[in-house]
């Protein structure tokens, strides 16, 4: 989403806007309409609610309910800012459930103005505006006059994400000759914003504890915190909880979908149960508003009524049936798991195997090169270290648009990997397509005679290599350099990948009515790369096959990943735009 400021001023250079007078206390008019049952709530959001009314009534010492901080929050939103949604610019008036909780983060205050609640940990399902509403309070916390020489934080998982969500768009804002916003390149060591009229400033982290560590902040802001502090979470909790024990001033406020379920037992998740454990204790500093499905008793994954409890933006980002359609795709796929983490808020350990074993039993299929003879192909070489395998994988467009695909497999003797890899390597060693060196490194001379035979017999279009895994390994900057073979360096980051690895599962996707479009000769070594793959999703929701977390070798999956990916690069893209009955 790209944001705009209308005719902008410092937020504290003229008078507050008047609040509607049906918005007066939007926060409460929501905590009730969850407690008397109007607004579908799980049980954790329902006594957060009853709790907020309660203390209404009965405040913590020292402290008062002033909703009139969050509705200037919401106002300045509505009246400054602009959202740019499917083509169109419309305000940014802040959704129910995001004045109900950022409502609660602010509207508790003392004599001073400092904050009741210190530390806020917020779960939403996917794509119900957490990054907006982020984004917006950044905005409007720099340019708030009434607290100038402000220094926020805001923490995300990486440097690219943060480039997306935060600096693109404030260059845009600064593009603005109204405005007094500027901002660093997110290459610098420590990017930035900062207003100038305010002199405050925000600094820009990747979720790790050292780049966390030797601030002083009025505010901390953790986008996605689930999976960025999923590093070395206890670490950088600890650096962002010191922070705000320095300030009564600061806040820590963090809006997250939960991390993958193997994260659930992890420091985080102890964390995050010790904040659970402080809502228990009515700890009035701590705030904790999970949506999500219940657990116990536990809502039905296909229980529409119950869908509500997690994405509280229905009607408005995305519709029943964009839910509809997505569990579809997830049952179809085996993948439930993660529709129920993404999409339903509640952590499990079932997300299931990224390509179930049977729909690769499903795609095999004989190869006959004399067949191919002559027609195009594309390839992925996943050129390891010469200690460890390395796999050719090439893949043919067919008329009616399915694909076959082969490959080919070179190891060394004995293999650097585990006991059951090495048992395996003893049944593959007298396949056609597997190579087995007689010494402890992969027989180059062995891939170099089946390059030189792929040319010769088939049409090569491209061979896409990581030429990044093998960096320091001469002989793989020797291959790259032979002109006959039309390598071409591909990366294997999920922003590169991402497409392709998605396009792999959906090519081998079948169900009793669907047969899978990916033909495969069948390979062992391609079955047991299948068994111990795992994949990880990245900040935009990118899939990326996880060397690190598989369980051995991947090397073939992602060799045929890349020829994939070398395929539809080959396809040209065409612009909705020049055939508007395209355009949904």
């Known amino acids: ?89 419309i305000p940014l008036d802040p959704l ?41 309070l950044l905005l409007w916390r720099l340019t708030d006059e009434d607290e100038p020489h402000g220094q926020l934080v805001v923490v995300a998982q ?32 420590r990017p930035w914003i900062r207003c100038k009229a305010t002199d405050s400033s925000a600094v820009l982290c990747a979720g790790r504890a050292r780049t966390i560590q030797g601030y002083s902040p009025t505010m901390i802001l953790v986008d996605e915190g689930g999976e960025t502090i999923a590093g070395d979470p206890e670490e950088a909790l600890s650096a962002l909880e010191m922070s705000v024990a320095k300030d009564r001033r600061c806040q820590l406020i963090s809006i997250t979908t939960p991390p993958p379920s193997e994260l659930s037992d992890g420091p985080y998740m102890r964390r995050r149960v010790g904040w659970q454990q402080s809502v228990e204790e009515d700890d009035p500093t701590v705030l904790f508003l999970p949506w999500g499905i219940d657990a116990d008793p536990p809502d039905d994954v296909s229980d529409e009524t119950a869908w509500p409890k997690a994405y509280p933006a229905f009607g408005v980002i995305q519709s029943v049936e964009d839910y509809r359609r997505d569990l579809a795709l997830a049952i179809r796929q085996e993948n439930v798991g993660e529709f129920e983490r993404r999409r339903l808020c509640r952590w499990n350990t079932r997300g299931g195997l990224w390509i179930p074993g049977e729909w690769l039993e499903r795609a095999e299929h004989p190869f006959d090169p004399e067949e191919m003879r002559g027609k195009q192909c594309y390839a992925g070489l996943d050129c390891s270290k010469s200690i460890d395998v390395t796999s050719l994988a090439v893949v043919w467009p067919l008329p009616g648009g399915s694909v076959l695909s082969a490959s080919w497999h ?82 294997q980051t999920a922003e590169s990948m991402g497409g392709p690895t998605t396009q792999l599962r959906t090519w081998l996707a079948c169900d009793a009515t669907h047969d899978p479009i990916l033909k495969i000769r069948p390979c062992p070594v391609m079955r047991y790369a299948l068994g111990c793959c795992r994949v990880e999703i990245d900040w935009a929701g990118n899939p990326r096959i996880s060397k690190r977390k598989s369980t051995d070798s991947v090397d073939a999956i992602l060799a045929l990943t890349m020829a994939g990916k070398s395929l539809i690069d080959s396809i040209p893209q065409r612009s909705a735009f020049e055939n508007p009955s395209a355009i949904i």
């Open 410 to 491: 070179f190891f060394p003797t004995p293999s650097s990997r585990s006991q059951r890899y090495q048992s395996n390597l003893e049944t593959w060693k007298d396949l056609e397509h597997v190579h087995v060196a007689e010494g402890p490194l992969v027989d180059y001379d062995a891939l170099r005679l089946r390059l030189d035979w792929l040319v010769d017999t088939f049409d090569v279009v491209e061979i896409n290599i990581d030429r990044y895994s093998a960096k320091g390994d001469t002989t793989v900057a020797e291959l790259m350099a032979e002109p006959r073979w039309p390598f071409k360096s591909c990366s």
């Open 1 to 89: 989403a790209a944001f705009i400021v209308k005719q902008f001023k410092p937020t504290g250079s003229e008078p507050s806007p008047v609040p509607n007078p049906n918005r007066t206390d939007t926060a409460t008019d929501y905590a009730r309409a969850i407690v008397d049952g109007s607004v579908v709530a799980n049980h954790a959001i329902k006594a957060a609610a009853a709790k907020h009314l309660e203390r209404i009534e009965n405040p913590p010492a020292g402290y008062t309910w002033q909703p009139e901080r969050p509705e200037a929050f919401f106002d300045w939103c509505r009246d400054r800012l602009t959202i740019r949604t499917h083509g169109k610019a």
């Open 158 to 189: 990486s440097l690219q994400q943060l480039a997306a969500l935060y600096v693109r768009p404030a260059i845009q804002i600064a593009d603005d000759s109204d405005l007094a916003i500027e901002c660093s390149t997110i290459t610098n060591v």
């Open 96 to 136: 129910p459930w995001q004045r109900f909780a950022l409502g609660l983060c602010l509207g508790f205050v003392d004599a001073e103005g400092h904050p009741l609640v210190r530390t806020a940990g917020l779960e939403v399902a996917r794509g119900a505006g957490k990054s907006a509403i982020m984004l917006a």
